[in-house]
C-alpha cells in the first residue's frame, strides 16, 4: 500500500512540476475587460471573436447594444475572448474573475475563477459572463477555470 501512495505522490510531483516549468515559459498579455455581467444570454460557451459578426448573429440584439458589443473598435487588430456560465446548482456563483491573460509561442492561456461575489443573490441561477479584449492571434487557446484546464476544445475562433 505505501508503495502506491510514493507512487501517486511522485506522479502528483511530476505533474506540478510540469506545470510550474510550462508556466514559467510565459508572458504576460495585457486584456481589457469589455463586459461582465450575471446576464448571460448563452449559458455554457467560451468562444473567441474576431469581428462583431458572431455577436450580430448569436447574441440578442438588447445584448449587444447594452454591452456594445457591434462597436467595430473592438475588433481593429484585437479580438475577444467570450466566457458565458450557467449557475447550474444556484451556489451564488455570480462573477467570472479573472486571473490573467498570458502566451507563449504556440498557446493563448485565459485563467479564471467563477465566483461568488454577492451573498444577496445566492437564491438565484445566474449566468456570469466575462468578455475580454486581447491582441488578435490564432494560438491555441486554454482555459483554467478555477485552478483547472479544461478540456480540448475546437472551433473556439468565429471570424
Do not use: H, W
Not at 122 to 148: A, C, H, M, Y
Request: aromatic share 8%.
Amino acid at each position: 500500500m505505501t508503495k502506491k501512495v510514493i507512487l501517486a505522490s511522485l506522479i502528483i510531483g511530476l505533474i506540478s512540476f510540469g506545470q510550474i516549468y510550462s508556466q514559467e515559459n510565459l508572458n504576460k498579455v495585457e486584456y481589457k475587460i469589455v463586459a461582465e455581467g450575471t446576464d448571460a444570454p448563452i449559458p455554457e460557451l467560451k468562444i473567441v471573436c474576431l469581428n462583431k459578426f458572431f455577436n450580430k448573429d448569436y447574441l440578442p440584439a438588447d445584448f449587444s447594444k447594452k454591452y456594445n458589443l457591434e462597436d467595430n473598435t473592438l475588433y481593429k487588430k484585437k479580438m475577444l475572448v467570450q466566457i458565458f456560465q450557467l449557475d447550474k446548482d444556484k451556489n451564488g456563483l455570480d462573477k467570472i474573475e479573472l486571473i490573467g491573460v498570458n502566451e507563449n509561442d504556440e498557446k493563448l492561456l485565459i485563467e479564471y475563477n467563477i465566483v461568488n461575489s454577492d451573498k444577496s443573490n445566492d437564491d438565484r441561477q445566474l449566468t456570469p459572463f466575462l468578455i475580454v479584449q486581447v491582441p488578435k492571434s490564432k494560438k491555441k487557446i486554454t482555459f483554467i477555470e478555477n485552478g483547472i484546464e479544461l478540456g480540448k476544445a475546437s472551433k473556439l475562433y468565429v471570424e
